[in-house]
Nanobody, 127 residues
């Protein structure tokens, strides 16, 4: 069983920064990622990273602004979010799982690539 504990959400003005953290218990996972869901929209993958080879994925909407990183010793993954925009406002969810069979992100992460989910942390960006 894997438990995920998120922290770091909050409110910020456009152009500001936030860092999300997600600590995982257990070892039954190969990748971790961040998804977000705005009201009335589907949950979408924002960023993901494989624990072993470090391969990362970023949604086009966050490339150059968000950085995902991991501390393997702490079983923790971070999402550094810079130059935040109002459209980044959403509930952000941490996820852990096994990803794709070849350890790459040849396609965007899907919900089914992850078997464990955190409770979510709200990020609100005001203009």
């Amino acid at each position: 069983q894997v438990q995920l504990v998120e922290s770091g959400g909050g409110s910020v003005q456009a152009g500001g920064s936030l860092r999300l953290s997600c600590a995982a218990s257990g070892t039954s996972w190969n990748c971790m990622g961040w998804f977000r869901q705005a009201p009335g929209k589907e949950r979408e993958g924002v960023a993901a990273v494989y624990r072993g080879n470090g391969n990362t994925y970023y949604a086009d909407s966050v490339k150059g602004r968000f950085t995902i990183s991991q501390d393997s010793a702490k079983n923790t993954v971070y999402l550094q979010m810079n130059s935040l925009k109002p459209e980044d406002t959403a509930m952000y969810y941490c996820a852990a799982g096994w990803g794709l069979y070849d350890g790459t992100w040849y396609r965007a992460p899907a919900l089914t690539d992850f078997g464990y989910w955190g409770q979510g942390t709200q990020v609100t960006v005001s203009s």
